[in-house]
């Protein structure tokens, strides 16, 4: 009996060794997605008190954009720690814009903001052109944390933990 001999690996054959690479190659590509961080687009923000905001003026800082409605039962209930979040950080240089979507009336939006004495700046998306250079938002809450150089550090869809937010926010602000 003559044994045929492999040109791979001992032990391995064809098959392993390509779903070896297949992992290797799967591997490589979520690890370089994680660490490749997409630019912020650039948009102009419409606050309820007439400010215009462009994301460009925003360069420097570490911001915090939330996607919210007030018929959205989780973004009310995420609101207060929002708040607390912004109060918490802003003396570090924070930022936050909170964005209305397009199908929030503007007095309803103007009210929630006027009643709970947002402390940070709110917009009007009322054409959702915001809302789709973020990505296409469409589930709120959604909230951008943004570094100084203007990029996305961290996309959260739903409420975010706020204790690994608040991790992120330590390692983006300056002490």
Request: glycine share 6%; proline share 6%; aromatic share 10%.
């Amino acid at each position: 009996m003559s044994q045929k001999k492999s040109r791979y690996a001992p032990g391995l054959t064809l098959i392993q060794i390509m779903l070896l690479l297949a992992v290797l190659g799967i591997v490589l590509y979520l690890a370089l997605s994680y660490f490749k961080k997409e630019p912020a687009p650039a948009v102009t923000f419409k606050t309820i008190s007439g400010e215009q905001i462009t994301s460009a003026s925003l360069r420097g800082k570490v911001v915090l954009v939330n996607f919210w409605a007030t018929s959205c039962n989780s973004c009310v209930q995420e609101m207060p720690q929002m708040v607390e979040t912004y109060n918490k950080y802003k003396d570090r240089g924070l930022e936050f814009v909170a964005v209305a979507m397009h199908y929030d009336p503007p007095n309803y939006v103007l009210n929630y903001a006027q009643t709970r004495q947002l402390p940070f700046k709110v917009a009007l998306d009322t054409d959702g052109a915001v809302a789709k250079s973020f990505g296409d938002v469409a589930l709120t809450p959604t909230t951008f944390l943004i570094d100084k150089d203007g990029l996305i550090l961290k996309r959260y869809v739903g409420i975010p933990e706020f204790s690994a937010l608040h991790e992120m926010l330590e390692a983006a602000l300056p002490a």
